[in-house]
């Protein structure tokens, strides 16, 4: 094993000889990055982070599998009338542990005021003179699908979040609600909240933290790993190597048979070469993706899109985009794209693109550099799904669906945000 593999190391170093001979350019794409791929690229079992809430939530679809139970198709019957607590169900509506709750998305009559209420649904602070009946509001909070197919408000009832009882106390205070809501300030009002806007320069080592990781890189890119040889060891100019490399990724990897992202990249090519030890969502392994993406800093995102398997690899991801997931039932386009350009809660919902350029990014709220894979993660574990091991193959094909959504946009990592 070691032997052939210095044997290919020699061929690899001759065949660069002649090229450079011969005056051309080096062709990168003749000679193949060595990659280890007996193993996972991530620890396993998969552990979710500390801090992260631990739920079962296995009754409900994931990216890699569709359990959750099909909607009702019809509206409940209720026998009699409801009986709800009016004032339990203004709690229940601004409970911030139920999914978020009713204010994620509504502005909630007088409560909508106090707590930074979202604008993905509509403001429901005159509902009470709306004539809806009680059943039809119980039903809208149990099941939505039953009276909208199309509809991102969550299954409140059918997926057990809510009891029948909590969502009678919720229909009660609903059936109170009767007049405007009146916000404090502007902020507090989703419609006239400003959207965020980033000022900081995200190249700026003052201002991003996330820039620490460059020279981290590159100290281990010189450093002496397991089998003797560093990274430049075969690179010894990694400013010319990579100058372009990290805007082509993710892509299709027949060796491996799935998309290939930087991350597990490092994983796989660092324990073939230098015998390094950096499965994904590791800190030196996060330092060296933040560097390789520095590195391409200015190019356009170009994917290559040319193979049938990338394609394929392409429609699949899109797919798992529109695919409702988890307890809450969301799918990523539920709130990037369906909902883009509102509130949800406090938090300002971009448009689709733009979301790809700046991975890995620092984010000052968790003064952490998150990879790509891990904001995926945490997308679903916060809509209560569960999350896949990062070098899931589904997350390669939603990864490159997102690049290839984000073609022609220059990388600019690390970025920075909240
Ligand atoms: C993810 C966003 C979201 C959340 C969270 C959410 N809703 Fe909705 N809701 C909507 C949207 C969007 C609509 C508009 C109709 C539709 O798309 O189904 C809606 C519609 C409604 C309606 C129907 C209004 C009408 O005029 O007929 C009611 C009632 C309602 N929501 C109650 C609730 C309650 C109660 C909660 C909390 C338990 C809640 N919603 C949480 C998004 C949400
Ligand atoms: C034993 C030699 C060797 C070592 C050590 C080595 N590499 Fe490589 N690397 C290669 C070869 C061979 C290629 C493919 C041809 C080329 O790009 O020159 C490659 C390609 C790459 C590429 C481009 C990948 C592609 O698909 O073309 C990156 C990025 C890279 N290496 C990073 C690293 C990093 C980071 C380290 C340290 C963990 C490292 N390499 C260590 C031999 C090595
Ligand atoms: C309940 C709403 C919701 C769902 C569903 C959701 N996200 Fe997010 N996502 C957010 C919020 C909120 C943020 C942080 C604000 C922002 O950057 O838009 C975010 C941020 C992101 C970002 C980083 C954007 C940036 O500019 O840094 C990516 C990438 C992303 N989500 C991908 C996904 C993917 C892929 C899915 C599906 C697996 C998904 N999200 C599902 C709410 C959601």
Known sequence: MFRSAMLFTAAVVAAAGVFVRLGGSVAHAQTKAPLEWGEDAAVRPWKRYQGWPVRGESKFSTLAKLVSPPPAKEP?????????????????????????????????????????PGNVGPDLSEIGSASREDEYLFNYIFDARVYNPETVMPPWGAHGTFNDQEIADMVAFLQTLKTPAVFKTELDDPEKRPAPVERRENLDPIENPGMWAIDKAQDLFTQKMASGSSCSSCHADAQAAFKTWAAGMPKWEPRLNKVLGVEEFVTRHARTTTGADWPMETDNNRVMSVYLHFLANGTPIAIDTSSTEAKAAIERGKELASRKIGELNFACTDCHGKSADHWIRGQWLGPPKGQYDHFPTWRTSLQAIWDIRQRFQWCQVNIRADELPPDAKEYGDLEIYLASQSDGQKLSVPGIRH
């Open 76 to 116: 409940r019957k209720l026998g009699a009338p409801l009986a709800g607590n009016a004032e339990n169900g203004a709690m229940l509506v601004a409970d911030r542990n139920r999914g978020g709750s009713c204010l994620a998305c509504h502005v909630v009559g007088p409560a909508g005021g106090a707590d930074l």
